[in-house]
């Protein structure tokens, strides 16, 4: 069983974990790389990690796009904006556009995570905090990036 399971989307993430916390990576670890940068840096370290790729097979993305299908409709059908020319549905349209690519991303990191533990259901899950905001360790704040 992995005891510790190590996510990381960015280089910074890694660098973080190995100068904080190197001992994670010694012993009953599974680490996965979200990003190219990411997987490159755990390379030039030589810390055996895996890609997203095991973990968002055809089925998750057709599930993603079933729920940011659902999201996008209930906004289309919930939203009335009007401007004082008239327009209509110019305001939602953008908002739907825009939205529809974080949707993606943010799911599709949840559903590969979920994908992740549901193999190897580890006792802890690390993440990493954003190196630029006001937070200590290894948390999540409001501040960070999507994961």
Request: aromatic share 12%.
């Amino acid at each position: 069983m992995v005891r510790n399971l190590i996510i990381v989307e960015f280089k910074e993430e890694v660098e973080f974990f190995l100068q904080n916390h190197p001992a994670l990576f010694k012993e009953n670890v599974k680490v996965v790389a979200l990003l190219p940068e990411s997987s490159v840096m755990l390379s030039s370290v030589n810390i055996p990690h895996e890609n997203t790729i095991p973990y968002f097979p055809k089925e998750s993305h057709q599930k993603c796009l079933g729920y940011i299908d659902a999201i996008i409709t209930k906004i289309n059908n919930s939203i009335k904006i009007e401007d004082r020319y008239g327009l209509r549905k110019t305001y939602v349209n953008a908002l739907t556009f825009y939205l529809r690519w974080y949707l993606s991303y943010v799911l599709g990191i949840v559903e590969i995570i979920k994908n992740i533990l549901d193999i190897y259901p580890a006792t802890k899950l690390h993440v990493c905090g954003y190196l630029q905001s006001d937070s200590t360790g290894f948390s999540l704040t409001g501040k960070e990036r999507f994961l």
